[in-house]
């Protein structure tokens, strides 16, 4: 397979020998990983021990909650540990994979320096002030970019760091059939044969808990229809990852094109868009739907958000619910219309 490395060559040449010898690395993934994000801080990590040696460690926010997301970092032994556990002045350089600064969507605290970014959604003008950006909006993963480091640098790995960078691009690109461009299939088709197909399937096949379960009950009774689009909420929820598995349920709806959700965890209210029209981008949206509200993110065809701090019971969700799909009526220019319950009761 010819593959075209050239800028991610040039571009991790450059950065590991400005990062050889300072010390202590920290890389920081988006709260409530999926495993785009965790493939890459690996693959990242990784690559850092084996060109210059330096101790690297992996941090998040939030919860591992989706059951795939479970498995795969029980069955792959992926090192990552809640930021908050650590104390941050230790590290000497700060990297950033499958997010970015500022973002609302990773803990890393606001002001501290970031030195790395390497991301596939779009460029947030934070970034200018990062020594090392690499942001590339036109692929679909962000283990696509970390993976091209490893094969320019030579740089060798074993299956189990080849079936994550699978999966990664694989769900993060559904197969790559969302918003997945040449180098995520090169990569697809390149880690396919290294992969563990054991692994991939418990991955793919996880065990989950009976509040799984109810949580595809709400969802169903809480959904509304309004023509094209659904909405839905899960009010009170114990795992932040439920509301964009949800949306990814109910996307397979007929006649559905965009799918709006949320629910609450602990003090944030979660948010997650998702659509089939390629002429949305999906981020850009669910900024406009937030603004002033809180903070989002995505793109082409997935997105999310967080508004914070939210409490409140049901009546103020609900309230919540119809002030976010009346926003992203305007947004998209369509005329409010009534919307009707998925299910009668």
Known sequence: MNLDLTNSREFSEKFIEWMRGKGR????????????????????????????????????????????????????????????????????VVCMVDTQPNTGNNSFPAGRDVHLVIDHHPEQEVCRRCQWVDIRENYGASATIVFEYLVSQGVTFGTKLATILFYAIKS?????????????????????????????FHVTHPKV??????????????????????????????????????????????????????GQYQDNEILSFRTLREDLFAGQIMRKVVDGLGTAGGHGMTAGGQIRPMNGNQSVQRELETTLTRRLFEVLGKKPVRGKKLIKS
């Open 209 to 262: 808990p009976r509040e799984y379960f109810f949580s595809y009950n709400r969802a169903i009774e809480n959904s509304r229809t309004y023509g094209e689009v659904l909405v839905f909420n899960l009010y009170e929820i114990d795992n932040p990852d439920i509301v964009a598995e949800m949306a990814d349920f109910l996307l397979r709806m007929e006649g559905i094109e965009v799918v709006l959700g949320m």
């Open 25 to 92: 690395v920290l890389i920081v993934v988006h709260d409530n990983p999926d495993p785009d994000s965790l493939a890459s801080a690996m693959a990242l990590k990784h690559l850092i021990l084996k060109k210059t040696g330096q101790a690297v460690t992996i941090a998040f926010g939030g919860i591992i909650g989706r059951g795939e997301n479970r498995v795969m970092v029980k069955e792959l032994e992926i090192d990552a540990v809640p930021i908050e556990n650590l104390d941050l002045d230790v590290f000497n």
């Open 172 to 200: 993060e690109t559904q197969d790559l059939g969302r918003e997945g461009g040449r180098a995520d299939r090169d990569a697809y088709m390149y880690l396919l044969p290294l992969s563990n197909n054991r692994i991939l």
